[in-house]
């Protein structure tokens, strides 16, 4: 299963491009544009993924390369959403906030 590969890759850096552009632009309206990058987390079709029988060590594999060794909730993206929009982010914009257990490291 490809993680990583243009398909995905390509969108996802698109809309980074996106949320920056409007940070830029919006910014001196006191609009703040950030998004959120969501890693492999233990919910929906990652959850599916997870629980597939025969690919147990692909899974296995997965989580050995993440820092924190599991794998995240949506909970985990649910906050990362909630603090981007409270007044404590009120100085952050233009920002990608890797929520990946430190996949991308």
């Known amino acids: 299963v490809p993680l990583r590969d243009i398909c995905s890759a390509a969108p996802k850096a698109a809309i980074e491009m996106l949320?920056?552009?409007v940070a830029l632009e919006e910014g001196r309206f006191g609009i703040r544009s950030n998004c959120?990058?969501?890693g492999f987390i233990d919910a929906g079709l990652g959850h599916e993924l997870i629980a597939k029988p025969g690919i147990e060590d692909w899974v296995?594999?997965?989580r050995k390369m993440l820092p924190?060794?599991?794998f995240g909730t949506?909970?985990?993206i649910a906050e990362a959403v909630l603090f981007l929009l409270s007044?404590?982010?009120k100085y952050i914009t233009g920002q990608s906030l890797a929520v990946d257990g430190?996949?991308?490291l």
């Open 74 to 76: 949506g909970e985990d």
């Open 87 to 89: 007044e404590k982010a």
């Open 68 to 70: 924190m060794k599991k």
């Open 60 to 62: 296995d594999g997965l």
């Open 19 to 21: 949320f920056r552009g």
């Open 36 to 38: 959120v990058a969501p």
């Open 102 to 104: 430190g996949l991308q």
